[in-house]
Nanobody, 126 residues
Framework: QVQLVESGGGLVQAGGSLRLSCAVS????????MGWFRQAPGKERAFVAA????????IYADSVKGRFTISRDNAKNTVSLHTNNLTPDDTAVYYC???????????????????WGQGTQVTVSS
């Protein structure tokens, strides 16, 4: 099992930026595919972005493509989500997730992830 702790959320005006971070602990030296999801009030948890264990490949939801960037630093055991040009539709709780499975390099479905953080709130005002 791994522990995931998100940080970096907050209140930002439309057009602004935030850098979300996810600290990964519990399996030193072992790296997994990671992802970010978000859940707005009254909506299901939705895929945002994912990155392979090495950081060599990424994939994004269409709604954030070109605005968000996922990255990782395995030396520091962190995964980041850089969010730019935020809109009120981006308001949600953002979750970091790890996929401790090795069936494919990238995962976009919530059920494919085995470990989740507690989430960090992002609120974008108009």
């Amino acid at each position: 099992q791994v522990q995931l702790v998100e940080s970096g959320g907050g209140l930002v005006q439309a057009g602004g930026s935030l850098r979300l971070s996810c600290a990964v602990s519990g399996r030193s030296g072992v790296f997994f595919p990671m992802g970010w999801f978000r859940q707005a009030p009254g909506k299901e948890r939705a895929f945002v972005a994912a990155i392979t264990w090495s950081g060599g490949s990424t994939i994004y939801a269409d709604s954030v493509k070109g605005r968000f960037t996922i990255s990782r630093d395995n030396a520091k055991n962190t995964v980041s989500l850089h969010t730019n040009n935020l809109t009120p539709d981006d308001t949600a709780v953002y979750y970091c997730a790890a996929a401790r499975t090795y069936t494919k390099p990238l995962y976009t479905r919530a059920y494919e992830y085995t470990d989740w953080g507690q989430g960090t709130q992002v609120t974008v005002s108009s």
